[in-house]
C-alpha cells in the first residue's frame, strides 16, 4: 500500500505508510527526514505491520506554522495517527527527534505503548553534535544535481565509514529533492526556526520521560561514532535498565541506517520480547 494521509486536531494534513501484517510498529524518523528513513530497516522484518509517519513539514506531509514544529506537538500527531488507523497499541522505533516522541508518548499514554527502541538518542543530547546539525538545517543547497550531493556525502556526515557509493546514492534521495532549478529539500525550511527557539534555551535532561518507560522493553542502538549521543549516556540508560537490549553500531556516526547486523539482531530480539504483550 502507497502513500496515505489524516488529518490531525489543528487542520494539518499528514502522511503516513502502512505495510505488512503482524506486530503494530510505529516508525518516527528524525528532525528534518521521514518514513523512508526505514526503508533499508523494511526489507528484513517479517510478521510486523510497519506503520511510517511523516512528521508535519516533513516528506509528503503538510507544511504548519513553524510554532508547531515542536516535540509535543509531533508526539500528539503521532497519537492521532494511532487512532486514526484504531490501534489501541503498538511498538514504536525512534531515530533521534523519533525516539524523543517516542518517550513522550509513552508517558502521555503508557498503556499504548507496547516497547520503545532508540536510535541513536537519549535523555541526553550533546549540544556539539546538535549544533553540527543546525548549521545546515533549512539551507537550500546551492548544488545543481543529486549526483553532486552524494559526491559530498561521505565528507558531510561525519562518523560514517565503509559505506558504499551505492548507499550514499540511496541517501541522497532521502536527504534532498531534484528539480528543474537544483536541488531542493524535502521538508520546510522553518524547521530551523523551531530548533533555533530551543537550542536558545539550555538543553535539560529529560531522565523522568526515560524512567517512564520503566514497564515496557526498551532497546538502544548507538552509534560508535555518535555525537550526539554520548557513550556516557548510554551507559547510564543501561545502569537504570539493566534489561536493556544494547548495540553498539561500529563505523557509523548519527544515525545507523538500521540494516547493519548489530542494528538488526537488537531489533529482532527486541521485536520478540515484545511478542506476548499484545
Known amino acids: 500500500m502507497g502513500i496515505q494521509y489524516f488529518q490531525v486536531e489543528d487542520g494539518t494534513r499528514l502522511a503516513f505508510r502502512d505495510e505488512g501484517q503482524g506486530l503494530p510498529l510505529l516508525a518516527l524518523a528524525g528532525l528534518t527526514r521521514d518514513g523512508r528513513d526505514f526503508d533499508y530497516l523494511a526489507r528484513h522484518l517479517s510478521k510486523v505491520r510497519l506503520i511510517r509517519l511523516d512528521s508535519r513539514g516533513r516528506g509528503h506531509s503538510e507544511w504548519a506554522p513553524s510554532q508547531t514544529y515542536t516535540v509535543a506537538q509531533e508526539a500528539q500527531d503521532a497519537m492521532t495517527l494511532l487512532d486514526h488507523l484504531q490501534l489501541e497499541k503498538v511498538a514504536i522505533i525512534g531515530s533521534s527527534r523519533g525516539g524523543l ?10 498503556t499504548r505503548i507496547a516497547g520503545l527502541c532508540f536510535n541513536d538518542v537519549g535523555p541526553v543530547l550533546e549540544r556539539s553534535g546538535l549544533e553540527r546539525i543546525g548549521a545546515y538545517i533549512g539551507i537550500q543547497p546551492a548544488i545543481a544535481t543529486l549526483e553532486e550531493i552524494a559526491d559530498r556525502m561521505p565528507k558531510a556526515m561525519p562518523g560514517f565509514e ?8 540511496e541517501e541522497t534521495i532521502r536527504h534532498y529533492i531534484q528539480t528543474a532549478d537544483g536541488v531542493a529539500l524535502p521538508y520546510d525550511p522553518a524547521l530551523r526556526e523551531s530548533f533555533d527557539r530551543a537550542m536558545s534555551q539550555p538543553l535539560a535532561a529529560i531522565w523522568n520521560l526515560f524512567d517512564a518507560c520503566a514497564h515496557i522493553p526498551l532497546a538502544l542502538i548507538r552509534a ?6 554520548s557513550l556516557e549516556t548510554a551507559d547510564a540508560m543501561q545502569a537504570r535498565r539493566p534489561d536493556l537490549i544494547r548495540a553498539n553500531i561500529p563505523q557509523r556516526g548519527h544515525v545507523p541506517f538500521l540494516d547493519e547486523p548489530e542494528s538488526l539482531a537488537a531489533i529482532r530480539t527486541w521485536l520478540d520480547r515484545l511478542v506476548d504483550t499484545f
Open 101 to 110: 516522541l517516542g518517550m513522550v508518548m509513552v508517558a502521555t499514554a503508557p
Open 162 to 169: 565503509a559505506v558504499s557509493a551505492m548507499r550514499w546514492a
Open 224 to 229: 560508535a561514532n555518535s555525537d550526539v549521543l
